[in-house]
């Protein structure tokens, strides 16, 4: 039973799949990305965004909008394909793609031969070695004819949005799916190639129960999933307006979340699958639960990862370009974004330069959150040593010598240990998702 203390939970904290966070971003110099684009070598991976959505969920946070249009679609992805372009051009050939990641939004709510254009694309325009493939799905909106196209494209990787399998909290997320059609879904991508299924679920939802949450559990396991990412629903309408839609009143309480997070963990480890970090879960001999064992695990923009590349490329509306000294953000608004790329220009004005302070800080959080320990600078303990104090002397943390380590009572609470090492989070009033 992991210890609940509440007073350590109250202040919202970021998820870290990036270092400074989002919220730090600010005007970027013209020429940065192009110039940190230009220097890049060794192994890279792209991430692709799709914008689009057939339906549009109420929680979610993404930069979305409804594919009904089909002449905005069109569109967008024509300047898709001329920012891909512009970015192999400046691309040196030495850097090499290992990973290519469509997420969205949903990536299917495209047209397949639309998506194997993006896949040929790519193949043509940047220099692939055993390059793995990935895509999220929704699973209201998978068709044989898409299977066909993940099968055609070599993905090997897929993740479904699932959330839950409750009826009654589909209703009120706005994501109503019946269990075939995610059955279905499931047997098209297995048929096709796909060896690692990930499924998306969530736990705090409003109406939600720990039954709702066992049985969800009980399902995805039963139907086979090798991996799943158990994340709490934020609900922050004051930054999502799309979740003003949500009855309030109906979420869970604090206490609540908690014990249905300590549920997800105690089940689904009962049950054969690895923790990985503090939120994902997979089976012993899915990469990613290799990677953790192994201490290998990554934290990007995407979650936890097996991915070791110090640099991705962000193509798309919104997409994240990450180097180990720069953060920059493509154009959010769809329509500047069409319009800056269609003119073979980079549309990053917004992110961060990564001091040397900051690498050393990302590091330090990393460490944290994918090993549950780092060994600190002497200044830097000093600095953090009164704040650790609450963590230590519940047994959450324990210091050996310069090494923190992160407890098994303490998991439930590395985000808030890790935020400990964040100095910008004296500074932004930006609110975060709960820490459970």
Known sequence: MWPY????????????TSYPTAADFGAIAPGALQQQIEKTTGDVSVYVHIPFCEKICFYCGCNTAASGRRQRVESY????????????????????????????????????????????????????????????????????????????????????????FASHCQRAIGREQSDGLICRTIDWVRGAGVTSLNFDLMYGLPGQTDEDLFDTLEYTRLLGADRIALFGYA???QVIPRQKVIDASALPSRD??????????????????????????AL????????????????????????????????????????????AQNEKNSGRYRMLSSQGLLCAQEG?????????????????????????????????????????????????????????????????????????????????????
Not at 5 to 16: K, N
Not at 395 to 422: H, K, N, Q
């Open 77 to 164: 992805l024509a300047a898709l394909h001329n920012q891909l372009e512009t970015v192999a051009n400046l691309l040196p050939r030495v850097a090499s793609v290992r990973r290519v990641a469509f997420g969205g939004g949903s990536p299917n709510a495209i047209l397949p031969d639309e998506f194997i254009d993006l896949i040929d694309a790519i193949d043509r325009n940047f220099l692939l070695t055993d390059t793995e493939w990935s895509i999220e799905l929704d699973p209201r909106t998978m068709s044989s004819e898409w299977a066909e196209a993940i099968g055609e494209a070599g993905i090997t990787r897929a993740s479904l949005g699932v959330q839950t």
């Open 352 to 436: 961060i330069v990564r001091s040397a302070k900051d690498q050393m800080l990302g590091g330090v959080i990393e460490d944290l959150l994918c090993r549950h320990s780092v060994k600190l600078t002497p200044c830097l303990l000093a600095q953090q040593k009164d704040r650790l104090e609450p963590f230590l002397a519940r047994d959450l943390a324990r210091l050996e010598g310069m090494t923190l380590t992160i407890t098994d009572d303490g998991l439930p609470y590395a985000r808030v240990v890790a935020s400990l090492f964040d100095p910008y989070r004296t500074s932004t009033k930006r609110r975060f998702s709960s820490a459970i």
């Open 284 to 327: 012993p001999f899915d990469p990613l639960a290799m990677a953790a064992r192994e201490g290998r695990l990554h934290r990007n923009f995407q979650g936890f990862t097996d991915d070791p590349a110090p640099t991705m490329l962000g193509l798309g509306a919104s997409a994240i370009n990450v180097f180990p000294e720069l953060i």
């Open 256 to 281: 609540e979340r908690f014990a249905m997070a300590q549920l997800g963990f105690e089940y689904l480890t009962s049950q054969g699958y690895q923790a990985v970090g503090f939120d994902h879960f």
């Open 5 to 16: 203390y509440p007073d350590l939970l109250e202040t919202p904290v970021p998820r870290y």
């Open 235 to 237: 609900h922050v309408p």
